[in-house]
């Protein structure tokens, strides 16, 4: 099994920024893609940004050129920063992993509410 733990989520105000992190333990065997979904009440959880092993980074459109993910291989972490928040960023933020060789198994983290509000 792997252990996602995430930090960083809290009240910010629109304009602001935040950064979330993301730490995978445990029995991991071959980190893959690891990325960041979210889910506003309501709604379903949709895709924000992944990134491969190798560092290619996939946006979702409503948070191109405002949100940045990073990862880094010897730690198996993944961060999230986030600038320029909007109200509609408002939800629950989960980091999830891709584990694994031939076989591969997703993990979720247990997810880090932001809110940004006035």
């Known amino acids: 099994q792997v252990q996602l733990v995430e930090s960083g989520g809290g009240l910010v105000q629109p304009g602001g920024s935040l950064r979330l992190s993301c730490a995978a333990s445990g029995s991991i065997r071959r980190i893959n893609d690891m990325g960041w979904y979210r889910q506003a009440p309501g709604k379903e959880r949709e895709l924000v940004a992944t990134i491969t092993r190798g560092g290619t980074t996939n946006y979702a459109d409503s948070v191109k050129g405002r949100f940045t993910i990073s990862r880094n291989n010897a730690k198996n972490t993944v961060d999230l920063q986030m600038n320029s928040l909007k109200t509609e960023d408002t939800a629950v933020y989960y980091c999830?992993?891709?584990?694994?060789?031939?076989?591969?198994?997703?993990?979720w983290g247990q997810g880090t509410q932001v809110t940004v509000s006035s």
């Open positions: 999830t992993l891709n584990d694994g060789y031939f076989t591969t198994t997703n993990y």
